[in-house]
């Protein structure tokens, strides 16, 4: 792919431990929608690089230093994000947050005066999009309590915590095939798989609504002046 200096840069990182995933597919989707809208994409595939979110002491803040130099890995995934004129995540929704995976992620790179703790942040103008998929029906009455937590934990506790210009949550339910419901006496009903057309149509409608998050979100993308 060509890259000239104007081209806008968007960072997709995807948070699956399958390649085979609803996730993944997803993750691939954006990647191609986004190059298709002229983006030039890097995409980090947290799993496949081998990304280990356990924070360790390299990688601790140090609260006397913003200037701490990080591992070589997290330094790299800082340049990553620097480059990046947007960042999609995409991710599994568990536990009506993050996976592990991305959230490890946001703990070791999103660091001590890299993310914040400058009074110029570093991160200021950038825009995320943060693409979870939950196995919750779209008509379960735990999806807007689900969204109300991502936006609250996501946008507010971490993206504009750090100084990003626009955050936003697409939560797109309906993610498993088999529909899961919890009765009153907490028994989970699994339901039977949605197969032949219904599952096509099924499918087909879910990554329509993946794409028009996507193009919704770069509508609002300008240059900065
Ligand atoms: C550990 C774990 C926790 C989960 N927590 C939730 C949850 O809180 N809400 C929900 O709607 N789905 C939850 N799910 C279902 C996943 O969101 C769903 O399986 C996934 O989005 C399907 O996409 P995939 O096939 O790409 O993994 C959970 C799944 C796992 C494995």
Redesign the pocket.
């Known amino acids: 792919m060509s890259h000239n200096a104007s081209q806008r840069t968007a960072l997709v990182v995807l948070s699956?431990h399958?390649q085979d995933?609803?996730?993944?597919h997803i993750a691939r989707r954006t990647v191609y929608q986004l190059e298709s809208a002229g983006y030039r994409v890097d995409l980090l595939d947290l799993h496949a690089e081998g990304f280990d979110p356990r924070m360790n002491t390299a990688d601790q803040p140090d609260w006397n230093d913003r200037d701490k130099p990080y591992s070589p890995e997290v330094e790299e995934h800082m340049r990553r994000i620097l480059a990046a004129d947007l960042i999609i995540a995409v991710f599994?929704?568990?536990?009506?947050y993050a996976p592990a995976l991305l959230k490890g992620w946001i703990d070791r790179v999103w660091n001590y005066g890299f993310a914040y703790g400058r009074s110029k942040a570093k991160l200021a103008g950038k825009r995320m999009l943060w693409i979870g998929?939950?196995?919750?029906t779209a008509d379960d009455d735990?999806i807007p309590v689900?969204h109300t937590m991502l936006e609250n934990q996501l946008s507010a506790g971490i993206a504009y915590y750090c100084g990003l210009s626009d955050s936003r949550i697409a939560l797109l339910?309906d993610?498993?095939e088999r529909p899961q419901r919890l009765d009153a006496h907490g028994t989970l009903h699994i339901g039977d798989a949605v197969t032949g057309t219904a599952r096509d149509t099924h499918f087909a409608e879910f990554e329509s609504k993946a794409a028009e998050y996507v193009a919704e979100f770069l509508t609002s993308d300008r240059v900065p002046a």
Do not use: F, K, N
């Open positions: 699956h399958r995933s609803l996730t993944a599994p929704v568990y536990w009506s998929l939950a196995g919750a735990v689900m339910p993610a498993e």
